[in-house]
């Protein structure tokens, strides 16, 4: 049986979504469906943004969330590796924990140091480690939701501009815009007051959510037609 414990890393939880979905979505998925999985799903969360639905947003960002796991495991890009490399306990841009672009008004990109002994262990730590860069009492919710949005469309557009020439550089950068995309969707669950870690536990306590199988037997159409 596979299933996500509470206190599980960013690695054990992509090799889950792997050991459960990877045989459907090599089947049914290219990496464009996948995406389009992943968007529907997140705006279906931004909708229980814009509704004060709190359990609307929290349901379909996890499933948001298992899509990217998927589409990075066929891109073999290992998440937890990438976010560190990004945001090594620091913000990508100003360089500085808690951030602050918007004080100094930081205009160039700053090169970040990696200090390897701050590295996070697990999932929650990682969300932790976001909540102290990116303070959520210093926006809204509203903010951190368009802020996710923006991020799936730099990502998006990364995997655009790689499916032209597969050129390596290219590559990199999918892997640069993942890593801020997980930091969006790490920025939307802080500003909520949720644990990923915590919920992905209780909606993977048994294989798949859905059919309760590992490898996953739900048919193709049960998988698009899926709502929450
Ligand atoms: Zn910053
Ligand atoms: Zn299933």
Redesign the pocket.
């Given at each position: 049986m596979a299933f996500v414990k509470p206190n599980t890393t960013i690695n054990e939880y992509q090799n889950f979504v792997e050991e459960?979905y990877g045989l459907?979505n090599d089947r049914y998925f290219s990496l464009w469906d996948m995406i389009t999985n992943m968007e529907r799903f997140t705006m279906r969360g931004l909708k229980g943004i814009r509704k004060g639905n709190k359990e609307k947003t929290k349901i379909n960002l996890l499933l948001s969330i298992s899509w990217f796991a998927s589409m990075m495991n066929q891109l073999h890009i290992n998440i937890e590796d990438e976010v560190w490399k990004r945001f090594p306990y620091l913000c990508s841009y100003c360089g500085l924990c808690p951030c602050s672009c918007k004080k100094e008004k930081i205009k160039k990109r700053q090169k970040v140091i990696i200090n390897e002994n701050k590295r996070p262990k697990t999932l929650k730590d990682f969300q932790n480690m976001f909540c102290e860069i990116y303070l959520p009492q210093t926006r809204t919710i509203e903010h951190a939701g368009v802020h996710l949005a923006e991020e799936i469309g730099e990502f998006s557009e990364a995997i655009l501009t790689y499916r032209g020439q597969h050129k390596d550089e290219d590559f990199k950068k999918v892997a640069l815009e993942a890593a801020d995309l997980f930091s969006c969707f790490m920025g939307v669950f802080n500003s909520l007051g949720i644990s990923i870690a915590k919920e992905l536990s209780i909606m993977f306590s048994h294989?798949?959510?859905?059919?309760?199988?590992a490898p996953?037997?739900?048919s193709f159409i049960?998988?698009t037609r899926f709502e929450s």
């Open positions: 459960v459907s294989n798949c959510h859905v059919c309760k199988n996953c037997t739900c049960d998988i």
